[in-house]
């Protein structure tokens, strides 16, 4: 049979047939790699229901089949949220954006026989740790089973919550784990979860607290003091006194990584529990939770050590440029200028202050903001089909909204995901599980992303079965039906868009229709046929239609992208409409066909286009003798550059060359690896993936050793390509071979230039110039360039003597 994916909050999709036989390797599953058996069950369907409870380790529910133990349960869905949660408070990095379509892919659980001791290093209380795998290029969480003492610690989401915390640690701004790394580990897993004790429930005593005992926590630590048997806020003095060095990680006053942690820890803890909801803030929970939550995601991804320690005085501060409270206040400042304040300064003060990291400079001053709203938004959660739509009246002051989600008994009382920003007052949140309840708050933003206006109450709603439709996205095909006859849409040809409309909701639906057509990329793009355009008098469920739409565009200029906003209803969901991004890429270009053309970048980049990365023009001596050339930005690190060529036609005979120049990494010494490497390589369109080329004469590659896994896992895995240095032009030559052109002749495809860089010795980089390809036809602009299309000629006899229709009456 056909193999489906469910998405992450478990629908599969409309309208399957059952029975269902049940693997856990979709596309947002983990890998489980331990000693119970996989998941392997077939159900009836159409709900696909693995039960609750049934034991611990490796213990099913009752009445279903082995595998789907608590601890794979649990891991699936926490490591979910919390991979959610990362993608939207910082939707531009680059480790999560390599995972989009896999986002746990690379989170391996494994629940050990024996705790801890097959694992060196991890943490010793929750027998789970995080590590980055070099030979399968994985990063691991690891958990252990339940013993006679403790519980099963991949069954409870906040020791989850906490070892990925290491992984965004470990993959964000700053290219290694800050120190000391426990400390903003606990700190993802306690706001997560709006819980001080990080592990609740895994022991059936108390944590010790490192000599301070807890008082009401049977996790591994608790980042509330007053939880504590002093009572007291535990600083710098408490870790030269407390906190002897560890086995493995120590942090910046020597102590172990743990003990050093709790310190930070409970500086955020404080800055979201105590001092942001205390005058002169005075916030609502919810609102304080989302400003804490930003600042740790976007202020702690780039910090390097926490704070700065005189080792054994008790004295230290936050005054280290890579410290948690500068790095804090960079994020909460609201036009970069600390000397005038920030938004939130007094309360991260205090919050670091308390525990002896804070710094005295820049003075402390709650500055910015104004005109932030001061009301909070009142809001209407509405059930749909597989949705909720949350709908609110404009707030004075608002600049946008900021929609956040949470799911679970807790309702709002929790962290959430941040599922949207609009300038608007409705958002339709789509994929949801019917029967789940999800809560929603919504935040008025003022003049800045650090100004957070109160948050409106808790709204929650059910979604239910009821009428519903579905656009196949991938359905998506545009008809070029007039103009110049070649691939690419340009100005003025009339073009038509088709799509698959299905009713995967209850009942007929009638009178299914397309009620408007956009472009948020080209507006002067005008529909050909009237609006509202019938598609369907009536559709029965599971059946579907084909829709189409004729378009005329205006105003594209070359190698851009067109995007189109179809929307579409029926009597039974209006007013409701769904709507489909339909795009087409690399508008207003020709075909041309060249016996040679090269790329010389001499003012531009002449059509090539960033992928990823950070790529630049450059005037100045460049290969060849040429004025000039692009080179990727330098000193970047865990960084993947691609820059892609126009769109390329091969023949069997074609052949590439280009011009040098570069001071990359070298391999290192011990086994020589290059983990740096720039190459070149085809992204074939028609087919899979990306193919290295191989250089045949001029300025070679390094070639790695075969177990090489490229630049830390980020791009150019195994592959041979430039390291080391060679910072003078020279030019190296693709043979047709080493171009694949006889493999490849007649596809379309891109040349891409690809420059990987690891986490640590940063160096300026590469740069390339004179990119010559022969025997190949080229995308290139169309020559046209009509960007305003003609309209009708006006005509007026004035056979009536009517002039009204003329706007002025001259002697």
Known sequence: GLLHSANLHGNLPACLDGPFRVLGNGTYQFRARDNCPMVDETLAGPLIDLGSGGGTDCATPPGHATGTSAARRTAAYEIARLMETWRAQIPENAWLRDRRETVLATLITEFLTNSNSAFPGSDAPFGCGYFRNGVDSSNLVFCGSSTMDKANSAEIASVLAHEVGHVIDDNDFFPFYSSPSEGIADAYSALRHNESCVGRGLYAVQCGGYGDACTACTGVRDLDWADHTSGMPHDIAFIDTACSPGPFENGPCGGDAHCEGMVVGEAIWDLYRRDLQSPPFDLFPATALEVATRLMYRGGGAVGDWFQCTDGAGTGDGCNADSGYLNFLAIDDDNGDLTDGTPHMSA??????RHGIACSLPTVQNAGCAGT?????VVVATPLHRAVRLSWSPIAGASS?????AEGVAQ?????IKIAETAGTEVLDEGLLNGREYSYVVIPKG???SCFGPNSACASA??????????????TVFAIETGDGDRFVDNCETTEVAFDVLNSGQGTLTNVRIVGLSSPTHPQVEALESLPKVIAPSLLPCASVAASLSFRPQGMEYNETLELVFEVTADEIFPEVLALTAATHEVESDFETKASHTFSFEADLEGWTLREGAFRHVTGAGGDGSGGFIEAVPFGRQRCDVLSSPLVQLSA????????????????DFDGFAFDTANLQVNRLEGFGSRPLQVDSGRPYFEPNDLAPGTDWICNHYTAGWAGLADTWASSTFSAAGLHAPDLAGESVRVQVVYGQNRKNQRPGFS?????LTDVTLQLPDTQGNQLCPGPIFADGFESGDTSAWTQALP
Not at 348 to 353: K, M, P, Q, R, T
Not at 661 to 666: A, K
Not at 768 to 772: N, Y
């Open 348 to 353: 991260i003060f205090d919050a670091f202050d």
């Open 373 to 377: 709203p001061t009301t909070r938004p």
């Open 401 to 405: 909204y900021e929609v956040y989600r």
């Open 412 to 416: 709002c009382a929790t962290g959430k």
């Open 447 to 449: 003049p800045s992303s």
């Open 462 to 475: 059910t979604p239910q079965e009821g009428p519903h439709l579905e656009i196949a996205s991938d359905s």
């Open 653 to 668: 005979t074609s052949t590439l060359s280009m011009w040098n120049s570069y001071d990359i990494t070298p391999p290192n």
């Open 768 to 772: 390339f110039d004179e990119v010559t």
